[in-house]
């Protein structure tokens, strides 16, 4: 029998509270969250992290579940992972001081404490990660025990032809909610056949070692394979439901009664194996690529949609295991095809990923300077020959000094005729 889980829970509420507005477009509801983790075992303290300063009107609902809330200054220059830090030292510090305390919930999407989830699994505690699908990173969802998507927690979504809800306005007749405004509900269920490979797994795992495949035997041995696994996402109220959804449709194989349910596998024809996420990802590229310069200063994420409805018609996310086009984005940024940054006025805003924008090839290394070598002069030993540096002697250059008056020319004297040795009289 297991040990009963008790709980700790550590809340980012920045994060968590942007990434529901931006998403989902609706307030994080906190008590949604705790009765959740509740299912999992006993909740024994819970702690929030936040600038409370801007955060008034969810004091009052923190205070009536009894949430620790914890007050995180920011600094001039903008401390983005101020409440990270805090909360990942306070989450150590109680695994190492609280050894009753064996298991812990993380509430937020942020990659960062993908360090502080190994940390956790290495003093042999629990960990469950409760965010939403389009936020929370992908490399969280897997490393964890157990991924809790917060739109599993949604209402049920209501029947397509269902009127909207109207808006009762003191002193005025109810009024119709517009559409743009309606609560953002559960998204639609995916399709059963993408939730085979992972129970093939399963079931190929257990036979293998010979253990007898029974429900929660089943559902464990799917979260150890996917972390990020729920049966909610196939519209099933609980496992119980999946699997029964499984037998209508000629999936498995179930034989016992309720609540001691076997599940086999039929044959291996029920491999014909869904499409793979990173299949989505070409038409993606193809609508970044062909809207680029609209892309430079962001683009909401609806408005991506639109064109890619536009472009590729027939193109359908869901298909490759995306409930909503906001997990395929999800998805892309992990794989630096886009960057998304949720934003509480805007909602879901989404960048060109670093495969656009290559990093620019290195800067060669400057050649270093070769330094000439200056001969030192040699010392003056006497009867050594010593060599001398021979310096030439400055040229002077003559300057010609130019007269005011002009030099007379003098004619030319005649020169007398030589003598002839023959006329000198000989001697007598």
Not at 171 to 178: A, S
Request: proline letters at 8%; charged letters at 30%; a negative charge.
């Amino acid at each position: 029998m297991e040990d009963k889980l008790k709980l700790a829970v550590f809340i980012d509420f920045d994060n968590i509270e942007i990434g529901v507005k931006s998403t989902l477009h609706r307030e994080f509801d906190v008590a949604a969250v705790l009765d959740a983790l509740k299912e999992r075992g006993e909740i024994v303290t819970c702690i929030a992290y936040a600038n409370w300063g801007r955060q008034e009107s969810a004091t009052r609902a923190m205070t009536e579940h009894a949430v620790q809330m914890v007050q995180r200054d920011p600094s001039p220059r903008g401390d983005k992972n101020g409440a990270d830090i805090n909360l990942a030292l306070d989450a150590l510090e109680m695994a190492f001081t609280h050894d009753h305390i064996n298991a812990f919930a993380i509430v937020s999407g942020d990659s960062d404490f993908i360090a502080l989830l190994n940390k956790l699994k290495q003093y042999d505690k629990r960990v469950f990660v409760l965010g939403g699908k389009a936020f929370t990173s992908t490399i969280l969802q897997k490393n964890c025990h157990e991924f809790i998507s917060y739109e599993s927690l949604l209402d049920e979504p209501k029947p397509a032809g269902a009127p909207r809800p109207a808006v009762q306005v003191s002193g005025q007749p109810p009024v119709q909610q517009p559409r743009g405004q309606q609560m953002h509900r559960r998204p639609a269920p995916l399709d059963l056949a993408h939730a085979m490979p992972l129970v093939e797994r399963a079931l190929q795992a257990l036979e293998r070692r010979s253990v007898r495949p029974q429900l929660g035997l089943l559902k464990s041995t799917m979260l150890q394979l996917d972390s990020a696994f729920s049966e909610k996402a196939y519209g099933s109220s609980s496992f119980t439901d999946f699997v029964e959804k499984l037998q209508k449709a000629n999936f498995v194989h179930v034989t016992g009664g309720e609540g001691r349910y076997m599940i086999k596998r039929i044959g291996a024809t029920q491999e014909k194996s869904t499409v793979k996420p990173e299949a989505a990802l070409p038409v993606l590229r193809d609508v970044l690529e062909t809207h680029r310069m609209e892309m430079d200063d962001g683009v909401a994420a609806d408005v991506l949609a639109e064109w890619v409805k536009e472009d590729h018609p027939d193109y359908d996310w869901k298909q490759f295991g995306f409930q909503e086009f906001s997990e395929l984005l999800n998805y892309a940024q992990d794989k630096l095809v886009v960057r998304i940054n949720p934003d509480e006025e805007k909602g879901l805003m989404v960048y060109l990923g670093p495969e656009f924008h290559p990093p620019a090839p290195p800067e060669l290394p400057p050649e270093p300077a070769v330094e000439e070598e200056v001969e030192e002069p040699q010392p003056v030993v006497e009867g050594q020959p010593t060599a001398v540096e021979i310096l030439e002697p400055p040229t002077r250059t003559r300057t010609t000094r130019k007269s005011a008056t002009p030099r007379t020319t003098a004619p030319a004297r005649k020169r007398a005729p030589r003598r002839k040795k023959a006329d000198v009289p000989p001697a007598e």
